[in-house]
Nanobody, 123 residues
Framework: QVQLVESGGGLVQAGGSLRLSCAASGRTFSTLSSAWFRQARGKDREFVAGISWSGGSTYYADSVKGRFTISRDNAKNTVNLQMNSLTLEDTAVYYC????????????????WGQGTQVTVSS
């Protein structure tokens, strides 16, 4: 079993940066792919960024490509999301997820979820 806990959310001005972290428990975490999703109020949850179990491969939603960077440290059981050049459209609850399926984007492919952390971008 894997448990995920997100942190680092908050209020930031447009154009600013924020770094989210996801702390995982469970010995198998380092063998799982990880990802960040987000859900804005009134909208469906959407894929943001994913990373392979080794950290060697990353992939992003077009809306965040070039602005967000996902990384992981398997020694510390953490996954991070560095978010730069934030816009109002980035306001959402951000969720960390883990899966045995590599390179997945569909929500149904992700087995483990955190409780989410709120990111609010103000003008």
């Amino acid at each position: 079993q894997v448990q995920l806990v997100e942190s680092g959310g908050g209020l930031v001005q447009a154009g600013g940066s924020l770094r989210l972290s996801c702390a995982a428990s469970g010995r198998t975490f380092s063998t799982l792919s990880s990802a960040w999703f987000r859900q804005a109020r009134g909208k469906d949850r959407e894929f943001v960024a994913g990373i392979s179990w080794s950290g060697g491969s990353t992939y992003y939603a077009d809306s965040v490509k070039g602005r967000f960077t996902i990384s992981r440290d398997n020694a510390k059981n953490t996954v991070n999301l560095q978010m730069n050049s934030l816009t109002l459209e980035d306001t959402a609850v951000y969720y960390c997820a883990a899966s045995h399926i590599p390179y997945a984007r569909l929500i149904t492919a992700w087995e483990y979820w955190g409780q989410g952390t709120q990111v609010t971008v103000s003008s």
